[in-house]
């Protein structure tokens, strides 16, 4: 097979926790188990983070200020240029840094992959920059790539800036380590524990409010009020961690929440296991890429509870992995958790049906698969065209 060299240009990247960076890593680092190479690019945060990350090749740039959720980093031009890669890959909503990406792309005239995690939106100054970027920037970005990724299959026809019959569009959903995140040796809480215990993860920041982590908290506070005796744990830290905890004591519900801050990758294996049901009610179709969480959940045959906006949400319904409910509705939430506490025998079936999915559907065995064939099929296309080129 030929080996490719490939340049992942992203806003960050690990030790940085968060979605994408997660999904960057655990891709790239199969892409280098199979021979290719590869380098990534992005801003020094943490300050003094690594150069090499299991194998991989880190360009870490200095940067001053953000705009939005983006670091403004010095000599990005410059460092892609410096790579000749045979591939770039970047992402959206990481604007800016797709956007180098695809200038350089361009100019020495290498495939563009760009995957399409959600649109670039928000509030304030990063929602006027959104709409400016939206409107005149990003179909211009479009235009420059080879081909588009989205990881929700609904997403193309959702996004008013894609067009779901684009035949440069194509999905590929994320995936888990189905062998890090499995069933609790110990089968976790018992069905019949006295509390029904529920898990939430996510970063607790203003970019992630479309988690629904204050929907989540209300539908805690029905159920408490009607008598139901449930517990939620809440992995995660941000800015807003204390906003949240301010939540949950004016609802009464302190004394049953448990903030358990950052939870390390090894030790979230750890945390679906201790939960009956893991709960996602995100907020925003246009926000919410894929929610990754539930599938991590489902791994460790979890029970899920989410809204009609996440990326799997399609499989949840038709597999019965879970429960899905209204976005923006704790009534509705706090119904489906009643549901699940007044038939603890669903819990065990659904988390069964759930890592049956996950295994068959959504291991990253697929997911480098799929992007591995597409690096391949578009070098070839540039090799191919060169050939005819020259011949001319």
């Known amino acids: 097979m030929t080996s490719l060299s490939i340049l992942d240009v992203v806003v ?6 968060g979605g994408v960076e997660n999904t960057v890593l655990d891709l790239n680092r199969r892409l280098i188990a199979r021979g290719h ?15 090499h990350v299991q194998g991989i090749d880190v360009v870490r740039l200095p940067w001053r200020g953000k705009l939005g959720n983006t670091n403004l980093a010095w000599g990005l031009r410059d460092a892609i240029r410096r790579q000749r890669p045979d591939v770039i890959h970047t992402h959206i909503p990481t604007a800016l840094y797709s956007d180098a990406a695809a200038d350089v792309a361009r100019e020495m005239g290498v495939p563009l992959v760009l995957t399409y995690h ?17 409107r005149f920037v990003l179909p211009g970005l479009l235009e420059r790539c080879t081909r588009v990724v989205t990881i929700n299959p609904n997403y193309a026809a959702k996004s008013p800036h894609l067009a779901a019959t684009d035949p440069k569009i194509t999905c590929v959903p994320w995936g888990v380590d189905e062998q890090l995140f499995h069933p609790p040796a110990d089968g976790g809480p018992p069905a019949d524990a006295p509390e029904l215990v529920l898990g939430f993860l996510s970063l607790l920041d203003e970019h992630h409010r479309y988690k629904g982590l204050d929907v989540l908290l209300r539908a805690v506070a029905s159920l408490r009020q009607g008598g139901r005796r449930v517990r939620l ?6 800015a807003e961690q204390g906003l949240y905890r301010q939540l949950a004591a004016e609802l009464g519900i302190a004394d049953v929440t448990e903030f358990l801050g950052f939870i390390p990758g090894p030790d979230l294996p750890g945390f679906y ?11 925003d179709a ?4 894929f929610g990754l969480v539930l599938l991590e959940a489902m791994s460790c045959a979890r029970a899920v509870v989410s809204t009609p906006i996440v990326g799997m949400y399609g499989d949840i319904e038709k597999h019965e992995t879970g429960l899905l409910v209204p976005p923006l509705d704790p009534d509705a939430l706090a119904a489906a958790l009643a549901r699940l506490d007044g038939e603890r025998g669903l819990l065990a079936a659904m988390g069964a049906r759930g890592r049956r999915l996950v295994v068959e559907r959504y291991t990253w065995t697929s997911v480098t698969d799929a992007y591995e064939s597409i690096y391949l099929e578009v070098a070839a296309a540039r090799r191919g ?8």
């Open 12 to 17: 960050r990247f690990h030790p940085y926790i």
């Open 37 to 51: 190479r590869v380098v990534v690019i992005c801003a020094d945060e943490p300050a003094g983070s690594p150069d």
């Open 118 to 134: 959600n649109d670039l939106i928000g509030e304030g100054l990063k929602g006027l920059f959104g709409k400016v970027y939206n």
């Open 233 to 238: 744990k809440v992995g995660g830290a941000g």
């Open 273 to 283: 296991g201790s939960c009956h049901v893991f709960v996602l009610p995100s907020t």
């Open 286 to 289: 246009r926000r919410e890429g």
């Open 385 to 392: 065209s060169a050939t005819t080129s020259s011949s001319k």
